[in-house]
């Protein structure tokens, strides 16, 4: 799925800071009644770890008879990952799979070598006032794992570590932090974990990754005298671990992992680190090569011009 803002967001480098590599803000944007907030890509930084992609989706409150619908549509050279703060959405793709996805679980998808999915409001939700926010992030996939047979992963909430003390409430989404592993399946090393924290809380974010992130979906927190409150993405340059405190409640998204192994090309919904590779995608889309989605096969996005 691909909520698709077109606005850029912004990318600023950080003087003096010898934590904080890069601030990045998403630019909101309103789809009809429904915000979207875009951090990765950004100009002037492409990936943080294997995250090619990162948009935050609302809050939103949709009416009766408001819906998402994110009609059927291709990926190569990625895997998708769908989380969910409030609300539901059902996933279709062409193996078959027919999933309600709703908050703490984790929706993984492997694209590689090619997949049509879509992503739409449940038939319950579209009947009564439904809230929905989430956050939905591509991870691209080794250059050895790019043309990998898709798949499709769902892991329930219960499923994945919790851990809570101290005013920290974390869930481990994808990969190993203190002690704990992720049941879910990546194919690099890739670490993913939704916190909250509540006001006066401490959490020390291991240096346990090539590369890192903190993303602030909500409140106010402070790392080494600096205070940030909605400040989208922090993109991080030290190997040491770093102390975050909440100044208020918040809510906060720890990525991070091994970087490609390679530059990557991102048009569209496609990712590959081939140029010819997009092109070969571009047509299989348009001349109907890439397959249709049981239950949802009678519309599907076109490719852009």
């Not at 934590?19 to 803000?25: A, G, P, S, Y």
């Not at 291991?206 to 106010?220: K, M, Q, V």
Request: with cysteine; proline share 8%; glycine share 10%.
């Amino acid at each position: 799925m691909s909520w698709q803002p077109s606005a850029e967001p912004n990318a600023g480098e950080v003087q003096g800071c010898d934590w904080l590599e890069q601030v990045i803000r998403g630019r909101p944007r309103d789809l009809g009644g429904f915000t979207v907030r875009r951090v990765l890509p950004s100009s002037k930084r492409r990936t943080v770890g294997p995250f090619i992609f990162f948009d935050q989706a609302g809050p939103a409150e949709l009416g009766p008879g408001q819906a998402i619908d994110v009609r059927p549509h291709p990926h190569i050279g990625l895997a998708t990952v769908t989380y969910l703060f409030e609300g539901e959405l059902l996933h279709r793709d062409n193996l078959g799979s027919a999933q309600v996805i709703r908050p703490g679980d984790i929706n993984w998808m492997t694209a590689g070598s090619g997949i049509v999915h879509s992503e739409r409001s449940t038939p319950e939700a579209r009947e009564k006032t439904s809230p929905l926010s989430g956050i939905q992030t591509w991870v691209a996939l080794p250059k050895a794992m790019e043309e990998t047979a898709p798949g499709f992963f769902h892991h329930p909430k219960a499923t994945l570590p919790r851990i809570e003390e101290d005013g920290i409430c974390l869930r481990l989404l994808l990969g190993s932090l203190y002690g704990k592993t992720s049941p879910v399946k990546t194919l690099s090393e890739t670490l993913y974990a939704d916190v909250s924290l509540e006001s006066g809380a401490t959490l020390i974010f291991p240096a346990e990754n090539e590369e890192r992130g903190i993303y602030l979906a909500s409140g106010e927190i402070e790392i080494g005298g600096e205070n940030f409150a909605d400040d989208g993405l922090l993109v991080l340059c030290t190997r040491d671990a770093l102390s975050i405190r909440a100044k208020a409640p918040s809510r906060l998204l720890l990525i991070g992992g091994t970087a490609p192994d390679g530059p990557r090309f991102l048009w569209w919904n496609f990712v590959s680190s081939s140029e010819a590779r997009i092109e070969r995608a571009k047509k299989d889309w348009k001349e109907g090569r890439f397959g249709t989605v049981p239950g949802d096969a009678e519309e599907f996005i076109p490719l852009p011009e």
